[in-house]
């Protein structure tokens, strides 16, 4: 068994079962990613039940945009598939495909360092905030707090070797925070 509290960085949130499907045990779960085709192809999930990491074989997967139609081994009645929904589903983080210089996994900038355009050193990732309305890097320089909307436009480059992180933020952004 796993512990997602022991084992958090080892793995990584997939999705979540958000309902069944039918009435032999299939489930709908809903992909967090941006790209839901890759997962395709997978032959096990891990199902967080109660902060434990339960492996789980699967049968057939059938991806339907950002949603998917899970067959389970073992899960052969509807009763049983009630008991997963609502819950995270997790795949260890070797899974998870490369990505291009300028896009992240939002847990592999954590600690990163992040040098401005205008403005230089100024700080370190603390933390990847996701809000409804929009994502926020939270950057520590020292105990203060600077937010920065995460967009494209404003990632100008990351560099996973030297574990630093490029942004190119509007004028005034950084100031608000600084002076």
Known sequence: MYNLNTDKDKYFCLGKIIKTHGYRGELVIFLETDSPETYHDLDMIFINMDQSLVPWFIMNIDIRGDQA???????????QARDLVKKDIYLPIEKLGKLSETTFYFHEVIGYKVIDDAHGDIGVVD?????????????????????????????????RKKGILYLNTPPGLIDLYLD
């Open 69 to 79: 139609i899970l067959k389970l081994e073992d899960i052969t009645e509807l009763e």
């Open 127 to 159: 933390e990847i905030l996701e809000r409804p309305e929009q994502e926020l890097i939270r950057i520590m320089k020292g105990n203060k707090e600077i937010l920065v909307p995460l967009t494209d436009e404003m990632i100008r480059k990351l560099d």
